[in-house]
C-alpha cells in the first residue's frame, strides 16, 4: 500500500496542474499583504471610526492576524476548486489514458488503488493548506507584527487577544482540511463515474458553486435546503474566531462533513470496484 501510495504522490508531482493551487494562492496573499501594507488603514477607516464612537481603541489593529483572517476569508472559499483540479481526475484520468489498466493487471485490489489515491490527493490538500498558514499568517506576523484580533462577524464583534489567536487559526485550518477532504471525495466520486478527466473538475466546480449560491440566497425555500448542503458547514472554521467558541455547533458540522465523506468515499470504492475498465 506504501509503494502505491508513493506512486500516486508521484504522479501528482509531475503534473504542472499540481502546482497552480501553490502559485495562485502565493500571488493572492502577496496581492492582500502589499494592498494592506500600502492601503489598509483606509481600507479600515469606515469600520474603525465606527467602533470609535463607541469605544476607545489603542494599539495596532493592523496586524498580522487581522490580515491573515482577511486572507483566508478571501481564499478559503476559492481552495475547493484548486483541489477540484487535482483530485478530480485522479481515477477518471487514469481511464482517459489507459493506464488505469496496467494497475488492474497488478496483485491490487481495486479498493486499494482509490484508497491510495485518496491518501495521495489528501497529502496533497493538506500541503496546499499549510502552504497557505505559512504565507498568510507566519509571513505576514513577521511583515505586520503581532496584536490583538478584531473579528467582525454579522451580530456581534469579538476581540481576540494575541496569545489566544494561534490556537484558532491552527484549528480553522484543520477544519478546513476536513472541509476540503468532502471536495477531494466528491471529485473522486465523479472521476469515478467517468472515463473523462476534465468533466469531474468542472461538474465539481459547479456544484460548489450552485451550493454556495443557495447557501447564501435568503429564500425561504433555500434556508430549508441549506442545512442539508456541505458548503453550508464547510465554512465552520470561523466559528473559531468567536468568543466563546461554540463548540456544539463546530461538533455538528463536522460530524456533517465526515458522514459526506464517508457517503462519497462509499460510492467510489463500490462503483470502482464494479466498474469496466477493459472496454
Known amino acids: 500500500m506504501w509503494t502505491l501510495i508513493k506512486i500516486e504522490l508521484y504522479k501528482i508531482i509531475k503534473r504542472p496542474r499540481s502546482y497552480i493551487g501553490f502559485v495562485a494562492i502565493g500571488v493572492i496573499v502577496r496581492i492582500i499583504q502589499l494592498a494592506m501594507l500600502v492601503d489598509g488603514s483606509n481600507y479600515l477607516q469606515f469600520i474603525i471610526h465606527q467602533l470609535?464612537?463607541?469605544?476607545?481603541?489603542?494599539?495596532?489593529?493592523?496586524?498580522?492576524?487581522?490580515?491573515?483572517?482577511?486572507?483566508?476569508?478571501?481564499?478559503?472559499?476559492?481552495?475547493?476548486?484548486?483541489?477540484?483540479?487535482?483530485?478530480?481526475?485522479?481515477?477518471?484520468?487514469?481511464?482517459?489514458?489507459?493506464?488505469?489498466?496496467?494497475?488492474?493487471?497488478?496483485?491490487?485490489?481495486?479498493?486499494?488503488?482509490?484508497?491510495?489515491k485518496f491518501v495521495a490527493g489528501s497529502f496533497y490538500m493538506i500541503t496546499l493548506v499549510i502552504w497557505l498558514g505559512i504565507i498568510s499568517l507566519l509571513v505576514g506576523l513577521f511583515i505586520f507584527g503581532n496584536g490583538d484580533l478584531i473579528v467582525f462577524n454579522s451580530d456581534q464583534i469579538?476581540?481576540?487577544?494575541?496569545?489566544?489567536?494561534?490556537?484558532r487559526f491552527l484549528t480553522a485550518m484543520a477544519i478546513a482540511c476536513l472541509s476540503l477532504t468532502v471536495i477531494s471525495t466528491f471529485s473522486m466520486m465523479l472521476s469515478s463515474l467517468t472515463d473523462n478527466s476534465i468533466g469531474p473538475i468542472v461538474a465539481t466546480i459547479a456544484v460548489v458553486i450552485i451550493f454556495t449560491i443557495i447557501g447564501t440566497m435568503e429564500f425561504p425555500l433555500f434556508e430549508k435546503i441549506s442545512p442539508f448542503l456541505f458548503t453550508t458547514h464547510m465554512i465552520v472554521w470561523r466559528s473559531m474566531f468567536i468568543d466563546p467558541v461554540?463548540?456544539?455547533?463546530?461538533?455538528?458540522?463536522?460530524?456533517?462533513?465526515?458522514?459526506?465523506?464517508?457517503?462519497?468515499?462509499?460510492?467510489?470504492?463500490?462503483?470502482?470496484?464494479?466498474?469496466?475498465?477493459?472496454?
Open 246 to 279: 461554540p463548540v456544539k455547533e463546530i461538533i455538528q458540522s463536522l460530524s456533517i462533513l465526515a458522514l459526506h465523506v464517508i457517503l462519497f468515499m462509499g460510492i467510489t470504492l463500490y462503483y470502482f470496484s464494479r466498474k469496466d475498465i477493459l472496454n
Open 52 to 116: 470609535e464612537q463607541s469605544f476607545q481603541i489603542q494599539g495596532k489593529i493592523i496586524n498580522g492576524n487581522l490580515v491573515a483572517y482577511i486572507i483566508l476569508q478571501t481564499l478559503i472559499v476559492q481552495m475547493p476548486l484548486l483541489v477540484a483540479l487535482v483530485t478530480g481526475d485522479l481515477l477518471s484520468g487514469e481511464a482517459a489514458t489507459g493506464t488505469i489498466r496496467l494497475l488492474a493487471t497488478k496483485p491490487i485490489s481495486r479498493n486499494n488503488i482509490v484508497i491510495a
Open 158 to 167: 469579538s476581540i481576540l487577544r494575541a496569545d489566544d489567536t494561534l490556537w
